[in-house]
């Protein structure tokens, strides 16, 4: 199956700074990609869909100031947690979509821990 | 609203058999889809339903009722390494999945 790499795995990081993580589609071109937060014992949250060369479409209660997407390629999206606070701590997942709807392809998940 | 539902955790004993259902109202329906998530790390890719009736790959087979909004997910043969969440997640008219909470899966020896 296809492949999508998360970077970093985990990240601490304090309170007010700000946390780049990257997702890469390593061997398909992704024009989607999808960034989910999960906190302890809950579901993946949609946060924002990213598409290729335009600006992500954001969930309702996102802070589209605050989770700073950008899609620059069709392998690469970013996601930047800016001015980041303990209650930003969580599980990031980022997934990817061929052009078939079949299957979502899920990068490794970034743990971010904000003290 | 959307709306998926499945239960919270269920408890079964190895080598056994178990059933996790879901049921689901969205708006507009692309498919099913079934994940395990094992705690700390991404969801990985089980089952994906279109059409009703039962898929079968392995140890897993995956149920769809499409006029019931219903699937299930059946696991034969449980090892303990199955110990995971599986999540339901159903594609919407916008072929956005819409997750829901997961169902913590707990084996016993």
């Known amino acids: 199956g296809a492949v999508v790499s998360q970077h970093p795995s985990w990240v601490i990081c304090k309170s007010g700074t700000s946390v780049k993580i990257e997702c890469r589609s390593l061997?398909?071109?992704?024009?989607?990609m999808f960034w989910y937060r999960q906190f302890p014992k809950q579901s993946l949250m949609l946060m924002a869909t990213?598409?290729?060369?335009?600006?992500?479409?954001?969930e309702q209660g996102v802070e589209k100031d605050k989770f700073l997407i950008n899609h620059a390629s069709l392998t690469l999206s970013t996601l930047t947690v800016t001015s980041a606070h303990p209650e930003d701590s969580s599980f990031y997942i980022c997934?990817?979509?061929?052009?078939?709807?079949?299957?979502?392809?899920f990068g490794q998940g970034t743990r971010l821990t904000v003290v | 609203g959307q709306n998926i539902d499945q239960p919270t955790e269920m408890t079964a004993t190895e080598g056994a058999i178990v059933q996790i259902n879901c049921t689901y109202q969205?708006?507009?329906?692309?498919?099913l889809f079934w994940y395990q998530q094992h705690a700390g790390e991404a969801p990985t890719f089980l089952s994906y339903?279109?059409l009703d009736g039962l898929e079968e790959k392995g140890r897993f087979s995956s149920f769809l009722s499409r006029s019931k909004g219903y699937s299930y997910l059946l696991l034969k043969e449980l090892q303990m390494k199955d110990s995971a969440s599986y999540l339901c997640?159903?594609?919407?008219?916008?072929?956005?999945?819409?997750w829901g909470a997961g169902t913590k899966l707990i084996i016993k020896p």
């Open positions: 990213s598409n290729e060369g335009s600006k992500a479409t954001y």
């Open positions: 061997d398909f071109q992704a024009t989607t």
């Open positions: 969205t708006s507009g329906f692309n498919g």
């Open positions: 997640a159903v594609g919407d008219s916008n072929y956005q999945l819409i």
């Open positions: 339903n279109v």
């Open positions: 997934s990817a979509q061929t052009g078939g709807w079949t299957e979502a392809f």
